[in-house]
C-alpha cells in the first residue's frame, strides 16, 4: 500500500510541472541585421597618452558592416512583448575588459541585477568611467594587474563607457529587465530563444544609427529566420 | 608627536560632538520639513541652483558656463562631495557638510542657517530626486589616521603617487599642471573643461583638505570629474592609503608624516 502510495504522491507532484514543461515556449529567433550604407574606413585619431603601448593612432570604427554578408555588427536585437515567467539571473558576471586599448566586447547587454565585473589587461593605466545619462554608475582607476571591480547594474537602459585616461576608448553597456536580447555578431547574425507565439516587436538599437523597430510573428514551435534592414537614414540621435 | 596627537584626538572629539548634536537637533523627514525646506531654499539656494533645483539658477550664467563646475542639479546627476562608493548617492551626512562647510571658491558656507533649517534643507534636496526613496547610500569605512604611521610613510606616498598615476592629472609636484590638465583633456560630465585640483593648495580643496577628506576623496572619487575612485586598488592596504595621505600633505607643506 505504501509503494503504491508514494508513487502516486510523486506522479500528484511532478504531473503539473511536467505539463508546464510541455507548455513552455520554444520559439526561437533567428536573424540577420543588415546595412546598406557605406562601409566606413574609420576615423583616425592620434593617441595623447601611453602611446608606447596603444601606438601613436587609433582607428574609431563607429559602424562596422561585413563586406560579404553586408551584417551589422554590435547591433543590439531585443524582444520586450515577450511574455515567459521569470527565471534566475545569469550567475556569471558580464565582463568589461580593457585590452590593448579598447574595450572588450564593445557592446556589452545583460539584465539588471547582473554584475558587471571592469578588468583591465593592460600594462598601463585605465580609467574606466560609465555613465548613465548624467548619473555616474562608477568611476575606477584600474592599474594595471589590478583587481577586477564588480557592481550591479540596478537600472535598465544604456550605459555609456569611457575612459578618461584615453579619450578614444569607448564602450556600452544595455541592461534589460528581460533575457530576451542578444548581439549581432560580426556577421551581423543574432538569436533569441524563449519566444512564445503570436506577433512580437523586435527592437535594433545601435549605438551610432540610433534605434528601429520592425513587427515579425513567431510560430508555436521552431525556429523562424528573419533579416532586418536597418535604414539608410535612421536618424542617429534616436536612442 | 605629543601635540600631534593630542590635536588629532582634540579633532576627533570635537568632529563627534558636532555631528552628535546635529543629528540631535535633525527634524523628522515629512511633508512639513520638505515644505519648510523648499522655503529656505527658495531663500539661500535658487538663485545658482534653480527655482526647480536643475542647477539653473539665474546666477549660473556666470558659474559654470563656460567651465566646470556648474551648480548641481539634484534632480538626476550625481554627487560629487561624498562618503560612499563611487556611483552611490551622498549621506544625509554627506549633504549637512557640504552645506556646512560651503565648496571653497563656488558654495558659500551655510552656516548662517542653524542646523534645524539645514536638514529641512536636505529633506528637499532630497525629494527632487526620485533615487533617494529607491537606494540606501552607505559610506565607505573611514578608519581614523594611524596615530603611529609607518617610518617611510611619506617616501611610500611619493611612491603610490607615481604607481596611481596622479601626475597625469596633478602633476609632478601636485600643482594641477600635469599633461592631461594643462592640454585641456579634462572633462566634467556636462562636457566642462575642467582642470586637476592644485594639491599645494589646500584652501582649494572642494572636498576639504583634513587627512579624513582627502582619505574620503582618494577612496570615492568625484563623480561627474574624471577623478576615479581608488577604494578597489587599496582593499585591504588602508595604511597605503594613508601614506598617499601624508604625501599629498607635504605637498603643501603640511606636517605630513
Known sequence: MKPILLTVTLCVMLGPSALLRAESP??????????????????????????????????????????????LQGAVVSIDDNTVPATDLPRRPLVLTNTRCAFSPRIVVGEVGQQLE??????????????MGPRTF??????????????????????????????????TVV???????????????????????????????????????QRVTIPARGEVTITIEYPAHVDANKK | MHRRVLRYLAILMVTGFCATTAQALR???????????????????????GTEGKGDGPSGWSIGRYAAPRPRDFTAESYKLRSTPSGELPTDQDLFRTITQGIPGFMPSYRSLNEQERWQVIAYLKSLNPAFEQEQPTPIV????????????????????????????HGDNGAG??????????????????????????????????????????????DGTPMPAYADQFAGQEEAAWDLVWYLQSLSGQPGR
Open chain 1, 26 to 71: 520554444m520559439s526561437t529567433l533567428v536573424g540577420r541585421i543588415t546595412y546598406p550604407g557605406p562601409i566606413e574606413s574609420g576615423q583616425v585619431v592620434a593617441v595623447t597618452r601611453d602611446s608606447s603601448f596603444c601606438g601613436t593612432t587609433t582607428a574609431i570604427h563607429t559602424v562596422t558592416v561585413n563586406a560579404k554578408t553586408r551584417g
Open chain 1, 175 to 213: 541592461a534589460f529587465t528581460h533575457p530576451f536580447f542578444s548581439v549581432t555578431d560580426d556577421t551581423g547574425a543574432f538569436q533569441i530563444a524563449q519566444l512564445t507565439p503570436g506577433e512580437h516587436l523586435v527592437t535594433v538599437w545601435h549605438d551610432t544609427l540610433g534605434t528601429f523597430q
Open chain 2, 27 to 49: 527634524p523628522k523627514d515629512g511633508r512639513d520639513t520638505i515644505t519648510e525646506g523648499h522655503r529656505i531654499y527658495d531663500r539661500a539656494c535658487v538663485w545658482c541652483h
Open chain 2, 177 to 222: 599642471d600635469g599633461p592631461e590638465s594643462k592640454a585641456g583633456h579634462l572633462r566634467d560630465a556636462h562636457n566642462l573643461p575642467i582642470t586637476a585640483t592644485d594639491l599645494t593648495d589646500p584652501s582649494s580643496f572642494k572636498n576639504g583638505a583634513t587627512p579624513h577628506d582627502l582619505y574620503r576623496s582618494i577612496m570615492t572619487g568625484l
Open chain 2, 142 to 169: 573611514l578608519p581614523s589616521p594611524p596615530l603611529f604611521p609607518s617610518g617611510n610613510g611619506i617616501t611610500n606616498g611619493r611612491a603610490l603617487y607615481a604607481k596611481y598615476e596622479c601626475r597625469t592629472c
Open chain 1, 138 to 171: 562608477v568611476n575606477v582607476a584600474m592599474i594595471p594587474a589590478s583587481r577586477p571591480v564588480e557592481k550591479p547594474l540596478k537600472q535598465p537602459g544604456i550605459y555609456l563607457v569611457q575612459c578618461d585616461a584615453h579619450k578614444f576608448m569607448r564602450a
Open chain 1, 118 to 131: 571592469i578588468r583591465n589587461d593592460d600594462p598601463v593605466m585605465h580609467n574606466t568611467h560609465i555613465s
